[in-house]
Nanobody, 122 residues
Framework: QVQLVESGGGLVQAGGSLRLSCTASRRTFSSAIMGWFRQAPGKEREFVGCITWSGRSINYAGFVQGRFTISSDNAKNTVYLQLNKLKPEDTAVYYC???????????????WGQGTQVTVSS
């Protein structure tokens, strides 16, 4: 089992930035890929991006358009999601998740954090 704990959400004005963190209890083969998702009220959970612990492979959803950056710190078992130039439509609960191989499908992820709320005011 792998436990994931997110932190770093909050309230920010449009155009502002936040950095979300996700710390894993351990790194295993079954959690080699760390993904970020978000879910706005009344909407389905949406893929934001994912990263391998090595950092060699990073994938982003099309809507990111260079505003968000995913990185990893293996020494801390932590991945980060840097959110820049935030828009009100970025308001959502952001989740980190883990699985063995790269996927953009939330249903294929095995481990999930509790989520952290990001609210962007206009």
């Amino acid at each position: 089992q792998v436990q994931l704990v997110e932190s770093g959400g909050g309230l920010v004005q449009a155009g502002g930035s936040l950095r979300l963190s996700c710390t894993a209890s351990r790194r295993t083969f079954s959690s080699a890929i760390m993904g970020w998702f978000r879910q706005a009220p009344g909407k389905e959970r949406e893929f934001v991006g994912c990263i391998t612990w090595s950092g060699r492979s990073i994938n982003y959803a099309g809507f990111v358009q260079g505003r968000f950056t995913i990185s990893s710190d293996n020494a801390k078992n932590t991945v980060y999601l840097q959110l820049n130039k935030l828009k009100p439509e970025d308001t959502a609960v952001y989740y980190c998740a883990a699985r063995a191989s790269i996927s953009t499908n939330a249903n294929e992820y095995d481990y999930w954090g509790q989520g952290t709320q990001v609210t962007v005011s206009s």
